[in-house]
Protein backbone atom coordinates (compact mmCIF):
# COMPACT_ATOMS: atom_id res chain seq x y z
CA UNK A 1 0.00 0.00 0.00
CA UNK A 2 1.39 3.57 -0.87
CA UNK A 3 2.06 6.39 1.34
CA UNK A 4 -1.06 8.07 -0.47
CA UNK A 5 -3.05 5.28 0.26
CA UNK A 6 -2.60 4.83 3.79
CA UNK A 7 -3.26 8.80 4.27
CA UNK A 8 -6.16 8.51 2.27
CA UNK A 9 -7.39 5.37 4.89
CA UNK A 10 -6.79 7.25 7.70
CA UNK A 11 -8.63 10.17 6.82
CA UNK A 12 -10.96 8.40 5.13
CA UNK A 13 -14.04 8.77 7.78
CA UNK A 14 -17.04 8.12 5.87
CA UNK A 15 -18.84 8.21 2.66
CA UNK A 16 -19.31 12.12 2.98
CA UNK A 17 -15.72 12.72 4.03
CA UNK A 18 -13.94 10.05 1.66
CA UNK A 19 -11.03 11.66 -0.10
CA UNK A 20 -11.35 13.08 -3.19
CA UNK A 21 -9.72 11.27 -6.44
CA UNK A 22 -7.10 12.95 -8.34
CA UNK A 23 -9.65 13.16 -11.45
CA UNK A 24 -11.70 15.09 -9.43
CA UNK A 25 -8.88 17.27 -7.46
CA UNK A 26 -7.87 18.68 -11.21
CA UNK A 27 -10.98 18.95 -12.54
CA UNK A 28 -12.04 20.85 -9.76
CA UNK A 29 -8.53 23.30 -9.23
CA UNK A 30 -10.14 26.50 -10.75
CA UNK A 31 -13.19 26.28 -8.75
CA UNK A 32 -11.48 25.70 -5.53
CA UNK A 33 -8.70 28.46 -6.38
CA UNK A 34 -11.33 30.90 -7.73
CA UNK A 35 -13.62 30.01 -4.62
CA UNK A 36 -16.57 28.56 -6.47
CA UNK A 37 -16.75 25.38 -5.24
CA UNK A 38 -20.31 23.34 -5.24
CA UNK A 39 -21.32 20.46 -3.98
CA UNK A 40 -18.03 19.93 -2.47
CA UNK A 41 -16.70 21.55 0.64
CA UNK A 42 -13.03 23.18 0.30
CA UNK A 43 -11.52 21.59 2.76
CA UNK A 44 -12.20 17.91 1.01
CA UNK A 45 -9.90 19.48 -2.11
CA UNK A 46 -7.42 21.28 0.29
CA UNK A 47 -6.99 17.80 1.84
CA UNK A 48 -6.44 16.72 -1.42
CA UNK A 49 -3.51 18.90 -2.48
CA UNK A 50 -2.29 18.77 0.73
CA UNK A 51 -1.51 15.33 0.69
CA UNK A 52 -0.92 14.12 -2.64
CA UNK A 53 2.49 14.59 -4.92
CA UNK A 54 0.98 13.91 -7.98
CA UNK A 55 -1.84 17.09 -7.74
CA UNK A 56 0.07 19.56 -5.91
CA UNK A 57 2.64 20.76 -8.46
CA UNK A 58 -0.78 21.21 -10.55
CA UNK A 59 -1.62 23.64 -8.28
CA UNK A 60 0.97 25.20 -7.30
CA UNK A 61 1.65 26.21 -10.79
CA UNK A 62 -1.92 27.19 -11.70
CA UNK A 63 -0.98 29.48 -8.45
CA UNK A 64 2.15 30.94 -10.31
CA UNK A 65 0.28 31.37 -13.59
CA UNK A 66 -2.51 33.81 -11.37
CA UNK A 67 0.29 35.43 -9.82
CA UNK A 68 2.17 35.97 -12.92
CA UNK A 69 -1.25 37.56 -14.64
CA UNK A 70 -1.64 40.10 -11.51
CA UNK A 71 2.12 40.98 -11.69
CA UNK A 72 1.97 41.47 -15.58
CA UNK A 73 -1.33 42.91 -16.29
CA UNK A 74 -3.65 43.69 -12.49
CA UNK A 75 -1.41 46.76 -11.53
CA UNK A 76 -1.92 49.01 -14.42
CA UNK A 77 -4.07 52.26 -13.56
CA UNK A 78 -5.58 55.10 -15.43
CA UNK A 79 -3.29 57.99 -16.16
CA UNK A 80 -3.87 61.04 -13.71
CA UNK A 81 -5.00 63.10 -17.00
CA UNK A 82 -7.74 60.99 -17.99
CA UNK A 83 -8.87 61.05 -14.19
CA UNK A 84 -8.67 65.05 -14.42
CA UNK A 85 -10.28 65.31 -18.00
CA UNK A 86 -13.40 62.92 -16.46
CA UNK A 87 -13.98 65.13 -13.57
CA UNK A 88 -14.24 68.09 -16.32
CA UNK A 89 -16.76 66.18 -18.17
CA UNK A 90 -18.77 64.85 -15.37
CA UNK A 91 -18.67 68.90 -14.58
CA UNK A 92 -19.54 69.64 -18.00
CA UNK A 93 -22.34 67.49 -17.53
CA UNK A 94 -23.86 68.15 -14.56
CA UNK A 95 -24.30 72.05 -16.62
CA UNK A 96 -26.03 70.58 -19.17
CA UNK A 97 -22.98 70.79 -21.29
CA UNK B 1 -26.73 73.12 -11.69
CA UNK B 2 -29.73 71.91 -9.50
CA UNK B 3 -29.58 70.45 -6.14
CA UNK B 4 -31.00 67.02 -6.92
CA UNK B 5 -27.86 66.72 -9.62
CA UNK B 6 -24.97 67.49 -6.58
CA UNK B 7 -26.50 64.72 -4.90
CA UNK B 8 -26.64 62.21 -7.24
CA UNK B 9 -22.80 63.33 -8.19
CA UNK B 10 -21.88 63.10 -4.55
CA UNK B 11 -23.16 59.65 -4.81
CA UNK B 12 -21.14 58.82 -8.17
CA UNK B 13 -17.95 60.29 -6.60
CA UNK B 14 -18.54 57.62 -3.86
CA UNK B 15 -19.59 54.60 -5.99
CA UNK B 16 -18.06 54.68 -9.01
CA UNK B 17 -15.32 56.82 -9.23
CA UNK B 18 -12.97 54.66 -7.17
CA UNK B 19 -13.31 52.07 -9.77
CA UNK B 20 -11.77 54.00 -12.63
CA UNK B 21 -8.52 51.74 -12.45
CA UNK B 22 -10.12 48.69 -12.55
CA UNK B 23 -12.56 50.53 -15.59
CA UNK B 24 -8.94 51.69 -17.06
CA UNK B 25 -7.92 48.10 -17.10
CA UNK B 26 -10.67 46.59 -17.98
CA UNK B 27 -11.07 48.87 -21.08
CA UNK B 28 -7.02 48.47 -22.18
CA UNK B 29 -7.65 44.90 -22.65
CA UNK B 30 -10.36 45.12 -24.43
CA UNK B 31 -9.27 47.59 -26.79
CA UNK B 32 -5.57 47.11 -26.78
CA UNK B 33 -4.73 50.29 -26.97
CA UNK B 34 -4.24 53.15 -24.52
CA UNK B 35 -6.05 55.61 -26.24
CA UNK B 36 -8.83 54.13 -27.42
CA UNK B 37 -8.94 52.64 -23.39
CA UNK B 38 -9.24 56.03 -22.60
CA UNK B 39 -12.41 57.03 -24.74
CA UNK B 40 -14.01 53.85 -23.53
CA UNK B 41 -13.61 55.24 -20.54
CA UNK B 42 -14.83 58.28 -20.72
CA UNK B 43 -17.88 57.06 -22.88
CA UNK B 44 -18.32 54.36 -19.71
CA UNK B 45 -18.18 56.61 -16.47
CA UNK B 46 -20.69 59.56 -19.03
CA UNK B 47 -22.87 57.02 -19.57
CA UNK B 48 -22.64 55.43 -16.20
CA UNK B 49 -23.83 59.31 -14.49
CA UNK B 50 -26.05 59.98 -16.96
CA UNK B 51 -28.04 57.24 -15.45
CA UNK B 52 -27.10 57.01 -12.19
CA UNK B 53 -30.44 57.49 -11.35
CA UNK B 54 -31.47 53.95 -12.08
CA UNK B 55 -28.20 52.51 -10.23
CA UNK B 56 -29.36 51.22 -6.80
CA UNK B 57 -26.82 52.61 -4.13
CA UNK B 58 -24.83 49.88 -3.18
CA UNK B 59 -25.13 46.56 -5.39
CA UNK B 60 -22.44 46.25 -7.54
CA UNK B 61 -21.20 49.14 -9.15
CA UNK B 62 -17.98 47.90 -10.78
CA UNK B 63 -19.79 45.52 -12.45
CA UNK B 64 -22.59 48.11 -13.76
CA UNK B 65 -19.55 50.25 -15.06
CA UNK B 66 -17.63 47.01 -16.82
CA UNK B 67 -21.28 46.58 -18.04
CA UNK B 68 -21.34 49.57 -19.84
CA UNK B 69 -17.63 49.51 -20.68
CA UNK B 70 -17.81 46.68 -22.85
CA UNK B 71 -21.55 47.21 -24.10
CA UNK B 72 -19.92 50.42 -25.70
CA UNK B 73 -16.41 48.37 -26.84
CA UNK B 74 -18.58 45.57 -28.62
CA UNK B 75 -21.08 48.51 -30.45
CA UNK B 76 -17.58 50.22 -31.49
CA UNK B 77 -16.08 46.97 -32.42
CA UNK B 78 -19.43 45.95 -34.56
CA UNK B 79 -18.54 48.99 -36.42
CA UNK B 80 -15.37 47.42 -37.69
CA UNK B 81 -12.53 48.77 -35.22
CA UNK B 82 -11.38 45.63 -34.14
CA UNK B 83 -12.76 42.01 -35.32
CA UNK B 84 -11.41 39.19 -33.83
CA UNK B 85 -12.16 35.45 -34.19
CA UNK B 86 -14.86 33.56 -33.65
CA UNK B 87 -15.05 31.59 -30.74
CA UNK B 88 -16.45 28.20 -31.52
CA UNK B 89 -18.21 27.04 -27.98
CA UNK B 90 -21.04 24.65 -26.74
CA UNK B 91 -22.99 27.21 -24.52
CA UNK B 92 -23.60 26.53 -21.26
CA UNK B 93 -20.71 23.67 -21.09
CA UNK B 94 -20.07 23.09 -17.39
CA UNK B 95 -16.66 21.69 -17.02
CA UNK B 96 -13.21 21.36 -18.79
CA UNK B 97 -14.41 17.65 -20.76
CA UNK B 98 -13.59 14.39 -19.03
CA UNK B 99 -9.41 14.70 -19.48
CA UNK B 100 -8.59 17.31 -16.64
CA UNK B 101 -4.83 17.33 -16.74
CA UNK B 102 -3.10 20.16 -17.91
CA UNK B 103 -0.86 19.33 -20.58
CA UNK B 104 1.19 22.53 -20.49
CA UNK B 105 2.38 21.57 -16.56
CA UNK B 106 2.74 17.84 -17.74
CA UNK B 107 5.32 19.50 -19.65
CA UNK B 108 6.48 22.24 -17.60
CA UNK B 109 6.52 20.05 -14.45
CA UNK B 110 9.42 17.80 -16.41
CA UNK B 111 11.82 20.66 -17.14
CA UNK B 112 10.88 23.47 -14.34
CA UNK B 113 8.79 21.79 -11.57
CA UNK B 114 8.25 24.81 -9.37
CA UNK B 115 7.25 27.49 -12.20
CA UNK B 116 10.00 29.94 -11.94
CA UNK B 117 9.89 30.77 -15.59
CA UNK B 118 6.88 32.46 -15.10
CA UNK B 119 9.16 35.20 -13.04
CA UNK B 120 11.36 35.30 -15.78
CA UNK B 121 8.04 36.61 -18.35
CA UNK B 122 8.29 40.72 -18.69
CA UNK B 123 5.07 42.30 -18.00
CA UNK B 124 4.37 43.82 -21.83
CA UNK B 125 4.57 39.72 -22.80
CA UNK B 126 1.89 38.97 -20.27
CA UNK B 127 -0.45 41.77 -21.59
CA UNK B 128 0.50 40.87 -25.22
CA UNK B 129 -0.89 37.11 -24.52
CA UNK B 130 -3.82 38.48 -22.98
CA UNK B 131 -4.88 40.93 -25.93
CA UNK B 132 -4.21 38.06 -28.37
CA UNK B 133 -6.86 35.71 -26.51
CA UNK B 134 -10.43 36.14 -28.13
CA UNK B 135 -12.66 38.89 -27.09
CA UNK B 136 -14.97 36.16 -25.02
CA UNK B 137 -12.07 34.34 -23.44
CA UNK B 138 -10.10 37.80 -22.61
CA UNK B 139 -12.97 39.52 -21.08
CA UNK B 140 -13.82 36.25 -19.11
CA UNK B 141 -10.10 35.95 -17.99
CA UNK B 142 -9.33 39.86 -16.82
CA UNK B 143 -12.71 40.35 -15.12
CA UNK B 144 -12.20 36.63 -12.95
CA UNK B 145 -8.19 36.87 -12.62
CA UNK B 146 -6.90 40.30 -12.78
CA UNK B 147 -10.50 42.15 -11.21
CA UNK B 148 -11.91 39.48 -9.09
CA UNK B 149 -14.93 39.21 -9.85
CA UNK B 150 -17.26 35.93 -8.74
CA UNK B 151 -18.79 33.92 -11.69
CA UNK B 152 -22.31 34.64 -11.13
CA UNK B 153 -21.09 38.75 -11.36
CA UNK B 154 -19.42 37.82 -14.60
CA UNK B 155 -22.24 35.79 -16.14
CA UNK B 156 -24.51 38.24 -15.17
CA UNK B 157 -22.32 40.89 -17.16
CA UNK B 158 -21.49 39.00 -20.13
CA UNK B 159 -25.47 37.71 -20.19
CA UNK B 160 -23.96 34.31 -20.39
CA UNK B 161 -25.13 30.90 -18.26
CA UNK B 162 -22.29 30.10 -15.24
CA UNK B 163 -21.41 27.33 -17.07
CA UNK B 164 -20.64 29.65 -19.68
CA UNK B 165 -18.30 31.62 -17.74
CA UNK B 166 -16.25 28.39 -16.11
CA UNK B 167 -15.84 27.06 -19.87
CA UNK B 168 -14.33 30.00 -21.35
CA UNK B 169 -12.31 30.63 -18.28
CA UNK B 170 -10.80 26.91 -19.13
CA UNK B 171 -10.26 27.24 -22.16
CA UNK B 172 -8.83 31.01 -22.05
CA UNK B 173 -6.56 30.27 -18.84
CA UNK B 174 -4.93 27.36 -21.12
CA UNK B 175 -4.88 29.04 -24.06
CA UNK B 176 -2.83 31.77 -22.09
CA UNK B 177 -0.85 28.70 -20.38
CA UNK B 178 0.27 27.22 -23.72
CA UNK B 179 1.35 31.00 -24.73
CA UNK B 180 3.07 31.60 -22.02
CA UNK B 181 4.96 28.49 -21.81
CA UNK B 182 5.98 28.50 -25.59
CA UNK B 183 7.59 32.21 -24.82
CA UNK B 184 9.71 30.41 -22.00
CA UNK B 185 10.83 27.66 -23.88
CA UNK B 186 11.50 30.31 -26.75
CA UNK B 187 13.29 32.44 -24.59
CA UNK B 188 15.11 29.97 -22.84
CA UNK B 189 13.58 30.45 -19.42
CA UNK B 190 12.49 26.83 -19.40
CA UNK B 191 15.92 24.30 -19.12
CA UNK B 192 16.47 22.51 -22.01
CA UNK B 193 15.89 18.84 -21.95
CA UNK B 194 18.93 17.05 -21.64
CA UNK B 195 18.11 13.62 -23.20
CA UNK B 196 20.02 11.46 -20.51
CA UNK B 197 16.68 9.72 -19.61
CA UNK B 198 15.13 8.22 -22.54
CA UNK B 199 15.64 5.00 -21.94
CA UNK B 200 12.80 5.57 -19.23
Given at each position: MSLFDKIKGLLRRGDGDEMISCHDALRLVHEYIDGE?????EARVKAHFDVCQRCYPHLHLENAFREALRRGAGAQTAPPELRSRLVELLAKADSGG | MSGAAVVERGGFNE?????LDAVYRFALRLSGAPDQAEDLVQETFLKAYKSWGQYTPGTQAKSWLFTICRNVFLRKRERGQRHDQIVSENIGRAGPGPNPINPVWVSALELDPEGNFFEAIIDDQIVRAIDELPEEYRTTVVLSDLEGLPYAEIAELMEVPVGTVKSRLFRGRRQLQQALYDYAVEMGYVPARTGTDESG
Open positions: LEGVS | EALPH
